[in-house]
């Protein structure tokens, strides 16, 4: 995340397009985080797989004609992939009104009709609503299904959704608030998924485990500010990657935990973040994917990959690796990538 000033804001909003009630089957946000802790239910399409699509860093504001390029890659992705479900990584705003850039931005998959989750990113609170605030307006957008928090912990947007199959649930994805800025007195620095959010992820892990007979349950991990072993990993020459690294990971001063913890539960085979515009990689270090969205955004920001895209990911049902690539805006495809956790090089073959 390079350090670039706030974008001038520009003017009179426009009105925000009208929205459409989503088709009956998708069950809309919960008022509370169910009881089984599981915010949204994903079943695999007649043909046995199931496409995710994450935008990132889209960085809208309401009025602003530089952001239109992000509306417009928005709108190709999501009618060139056609996804099941789209999860956005934060940073979804950049400027005033929060509300109308939200809902704008957000508004081509409400009339697609496409259930999505969000992942908080740190300039989502930084304008005219304090993230509760953001929050409430992201989940009042039709599609939306992440949960309030009610375990207390710190963030809005920690939520797990599962993928189901003929056995049952067969790969979790855990979203994560990873914070604003760091709170410490005297750090100047990112904020990170916290204490409390660990405890919680490891309390549902633990729990999907035991339920799949003792064996972890397959589950990828996305969230805005990398970790800080996304730092270790670049200048590790043990490591595999393709794509770019644009830029030094913007990982908080300090490491919470988070990635250990996931080692040490064994069910999670790679994070995948935003924040960092530059970079798009999939880096495989110590047998786990340290993963880049594609900056899904426009000139509002720093930019120097172009042109914008999104990330792809799509999921075989029984099967435990996963296919991965890059869209770029006007059509190519790059990165494209099938990753299974035993994998050593990542231009190894499918088993
Ligand atoms: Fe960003």
Redesign the pocket.
Known sequence: ?KNSATAAIAGAAMAIPGVDALASGNSGPADKTPADGIAYRLKYNKDGKIKILQFT?T?YIEGDERSERALRNVIQMLDTEKPDFVIHTG?IVFGKPAEASARHILQPLVDRKIPFAVAM?N?DSDYDLTRTEMFKVLRSIPGNVNTIDDDGISGCSNDIITLSGKNGVDRIFYLFDSGNRDEIAGVKGWSYVKQDQIAWYKKHSRKFTEANGGKPVPALAFFHIPVPEYKEAIRDTSRVMMGNIGEEPGAPKFNSGLYLAMREMGDVQGIVT??D?NSDYVMLWQKFFLIYGRFSGCDT?YNDLKPNGARVFEFSEGDEGFRTWVRLYGGKVEQDLYLYPEMKNLTSPRP
Do not use: P
Request: hydrophobic share 20%.
């Open positions: 995340m860093d960085h940073d990113g300039h935003g924040h515009h920001v």
